[in-house]
């Protein structure tokens, strides 16, 4: 068997073209999914985390704590703490 009779499906021309279509349109709607994918795993790790604000001495004086506060969790692909519903 020849390897056109193959991708033809036995030179069924319009079985074969919409199924390559098919195909096509499928990986053509993954790709935003798969350039994500690739983007998260090139760029460097984000960590979440928040602010608090405390007063030392009646000033205030705001830290930054790694994490995300209660109640909150992080957002690996932002990496911005989001409210847990």
């Known amino acids: ?9 036995n030179r069924q021309y319009m079985a074969a073209s919409l199924v390559y ?23 460097q790790n984000t960590t979440c985390s928040h602010t608090k604000t405390r007063y030392i001495e009646g000033q205030p004086v705001t830290e930054t704590i790694p994490g995300c506060a209660e109640g909150y969790s992080c957002c690996e692909t932002t990496g911005q703490c989001e409210q847990i519903e």
């Open 1 to 9: 068997m020849s390897i056109f009779k193959f991708v033809s499906f």
């Open 21 to 43: 279509l098919g195909m096509t349109f499928v990986m053509l709607s993954t790709l935003p999914e798969i350039i994500l994918y690739a983007q998260n795993n090139s760029s």
